[in-house]
Antibody, heavy 120, light 107 residues
Framework: EVQLVESGGGLVKPGGSLRLSCAAS????????MNWVRQAPGRGLEWVSC????????YYRDSDRDRFTISRDDARNSLYLQMNSLRDDDTAIYYC?????????????WGQGTLVTVSS | EIVLTQSPATLSLSPGERATLSCRAS??????LAWYQQKPGQVPRLLIY???NRATGTPARFSGSGSGTDFTLTISSLEPEDFAIYYC?????????FGQGTKVEIK
């Protein structure tokens, strides 16, 4: 079955760290750019980060560039997001998403998401 | 960053009616505009990409049009399963951004 399964979310205090993981199956993971997209509770969607095939290109929002690190392990069919210096406004469901056809900026397959709650 | 403004915020229609959703960009995004559907408790689903292209599995009643800064998603005849929130999204310039959503609700 073609799917993405996220893990690693949880409750963390402001200033803390979390590492999110996404396990891919059912498709050739190494052939696709991958993404993290988040959705704050009851709010809209925000594209967090993107990593190209072979990790050649990495994309971060300016506000996250010094705090978040996206990475992938094609041998393990896995995507990661290391989040440091977490803030209250990072609270959201974090979705792992695939970009189709080796391109960028479109997400045709989404995981169910993992909830990150930043609160003291 | 490019701001996408969707209108209306809420669209109240009956099954069988035509739905017209608008998305306006703060600067040109060429044709790099996608539409997603999200139902309560579910993950977003890609419907349309690069303006007119339907994603795999998207019914033909969904169509996208526009270019530059003004885009439209049309649902020709609403089915019960189409009542949801719809988001537009641009991939012309990083950071890729979403609109705030249009809720299509049953009248």
């Amino acid at each position: 079955e073609v799917q993405l399964v996220e893990s690693g979310g949880g409750l963390v205090k402001p200033g803390g760290s979390l590492r999110l993981s996404c396990a891919a199956s059912g498709f050739i993971f190494s052939s696709y750019s991958m993404n993290w997209v988040r959705q704050a509770p009851g709010r809209g969607l925000e594209w967090v980060s993107c990593i190209s095939t072979r990790s050649e290109h990495l994309y971060y929002r300016d506000s996250d560039r010094d705090r978040f690190t996206i990475s992938r392990d094609d041998a393990r069919n896995s995507l990661y997001l290391q989040m440091n210096s977490l803030r209250d406004d990072d609270t959201a469901i974090y979705y792992c998403a695939r970009a189709p056809g080796g391109g960028f900026g479109v997400a045709d397959l989404w995981g169910q998401g993992t909830l990150v709650t930043v609160s003291s | 960053e490019i701001v996408l403004t969707q209108s209306p915020a809420t669209l109240s229609l009956s099954p069988g009616e035509r739905a017209t959703l608008s998305c306006r960009a703060s600067q040109s995004v060429s044709n790099y505009l996608a539409w997603y559907q999200q139902k309560p408790g579910q993950v977003p689903r890609l419907l349309i990409y690069d303006t007119p292209n339907r994603a795999t599995g998207t019914p033909a009643r969904f169509s996208g049009s526009g270019s530059g800064t003004d885009f439209t998603l049309t649902i020709s005849s609403l089915e019960p399963e189409d009542f949801a929130i719809y988001y537009c999204q641009q991939r012309s310039k990083w950071p890729w951004t979403f609109g705030q959503g249009t809720k299509v609700e049953i009248k």
